[in-house]
């Protein structure tokens, strides 16, 4: 084992031949009974040993690090070979590869763990053969229900990309938020719009709001166990990361965005969204949307443009990749709210997405915290406001629960939001670390 007693003492090697242990000659013995003998020797062991090919010691393996994106516990492992010289870690552990010469077992320790003595841990390729055994018997819940997302004024404020019709679509709760505007603070926040449901009379007239760009089954054939990381600072003067806000519907990712942007506005930005419908008297290309014609916006769909969008009414409405290029242009931070499977598509090395999962506490203190709360609902824009039912409050827990079982090694940072301004301390403190200080980040993001 790499760091343990025979690896520190620099004294035997791999290849090397075994000829006696404590002057008891062990050439015709069984590996099993050299075990015995051993075991059973007291204080120092004598072994002769014909050493095999010297390995050049000038070559130096380059340290590898890799990020757990899966729990491990040794003990109850029944495949592992020794379950006392395994290695238990947690999802985000961040472990120091000591040796990948055994294609099942690799040896690994926790990085800047002190401690020099390597541990066993599953491999990359035997742990994916065995989590992809797991899901041929046992399939994840539907994420169907759960990618339900409200709808802001008269767009979708994002639309996801699952393959459901509208009328697999359940009457779905809405985060309370403000009027289009806030100019309260001197500036204009596009993006922020009345939230309203949408009627099952809206449903029987709309068939095609969700647009198939690609299946659960997608998703589902992702294993995740490890990823080679490397750690990165952001330099002076480059560009910011772009900051990821999942969870579930109601959980307060517009209130979390909007205090960011009320605290620093010179710092923090969003994206300005995409449609096809006719501009308003109010309105200004540019500012509440861009507005372009539906033949374009098609167009942008098929070249892949954009990271979500939808159809309401006959008109499109949709985040393109090119907007977020345009506010991290600007040296601004990027706060974009988005369905967990898009993630994936925005980790590339020229977004560097730091990804929040924003969290709800328990029910009992949803019931608390969110009593006097009003969430918009109605037929039509102007909507109506009422309280969070009890039905609410189970979907916003359980949706929360299907996102980090199925895309929880893709979060960085989970908040609760159980209260609002600590939640948003928190997010704040989470995202000046992400700008000063060391994270683990793909290897590829570096490299590219």
Partial sequence: MRGGAADRSGLIHVGDELKEVNGIPVDDKKPEEIIRIL???????????????????????????????????????????????????????????????????????????????????????????????????????????????????????????????????????????????????????????RSFRLSRKDKKTNKSMYECKKSELYDMADVPTYEEVTAYRRQSGAKHRLVVLVGPTGIGMNELKRKLLISDPQHFSVTIPHTTRAKKNQENDGVEYHFIAKHLFETDIHNNKFIEYGEYKGNYYGTSLDSVRSVLSKHKVCLLDVQPHTIKHLRTAEFK??????????????????????????????????PFTEDDFQEMVRTAQIMETQYGHLFEKVIVNDDLSTAFSELRLALKKVETENHWVPVSWTHS
């Fill in 353 to 386: 997405p730091f990804v929040v999962f924003v969290k709800p506490p328990s029910i009992e203190r949803l019931r608390e915290t969110r009593k006097n709360a009003k969430i918009i609902s109605g037929k039509d824009d102007k909507g109506t406001a009422k």
């Fill in 39 to 193: 075991a059973q020797s007291q204080g120092a062991i004598t072994f002769k040993v014909v050493p095999g090919l010297k390995e050049d010691a000038t070559t130096k393996e380059p340290k590898v690090y890799m990020k757990a994106l899966f729990d491990y516990d040794p003990m109850d492992d029944k495949a592992i070979p020794c379950k006392e010289a395994g290695l238990a870690f947690k999802k985000g552990d961040i472990l120091q590869i000591m040796s990948q010469d055994d294609a099942t077992w690799w040896q690994a320790k926790h990085e800047g763990d002190a401690n020099p003595r390597a541990g066993l841990i599953p491999s990359k390729q035997f742990q994916e053969r065995r989590f992809a055994l797991r899901r041929s018997v046992t399939t994840l819940p539907s994420l169907r229900s759960s990618t339900r997302r409200a709808f802001t004024g008269d767009a979708p404020q994002t639309c996801t990309t699952d393959c459901v019709s509208l009328d697999d679509v359940e009457i779905e709760f809405a985060e309370e938020i403000e009027e289009d505007a806030d100019y309260s603070s001197g500036f204009h926040l596009a993006g922020f719009r």
